[in-house]
């Protein structure tokens, strides 16, 4: 049974079977950061879209996602809530949503993993540029989940990589 189990993750993932899709999530990152060193608000770029389709791949389908920008947004007020006055602002220039093949068989795909290719600036309180940092983050878990809800749960989870990286290597050293 379980190898027929397999082969239908992997058919699904591959490109036949029921639709893959992402929607709006609430990413929980593991974040402390100084109330003076964390932001206290978020700027998406125009860049960032809200609803799109990320293309098909060798190797995964296309991925239609919504409400994109809402689960960004949720991400940062769950990892910086707004307790402090810093008056620091992140902006987001880029956050491309992709999911690469985790797991792959003889029949195809058998497992995805999100991952963000994000620019980042943050800026203090008179608007002067303190920080900046590009870079890629991944979920740490793949998705053998061909459902909205296992493909939605991966992106949030490469969501709060990105915020906890970003906390890490941009909050905590400016």
Known sequence: MRAVISIVVVLILSGTGCSLAVGPSTPRPNVMVAPDKAPVALVLSPAVQDDFVIPSTGSVRDVPVKSWRTTLTSGFQSAFPATGGSGRRLELLEASLSFAPAAVSMNGTAAVVAQIRFKARLFDATGTEVGSLAG???????????????????????????????????????
Not at 145 to 173: D, I, P
């Open 136 to 174: 890629t983050a991944q979920a740490r878990e793949a998705n053998t989940s061909a459902t909205e809800g296992g493909m939605t749960t991966n992106a949030a989870k490469a969501v709060e990589a990105m915020y906890e990286g970003l906390a890490v290597e941009l909050f905590s050293k400016t």
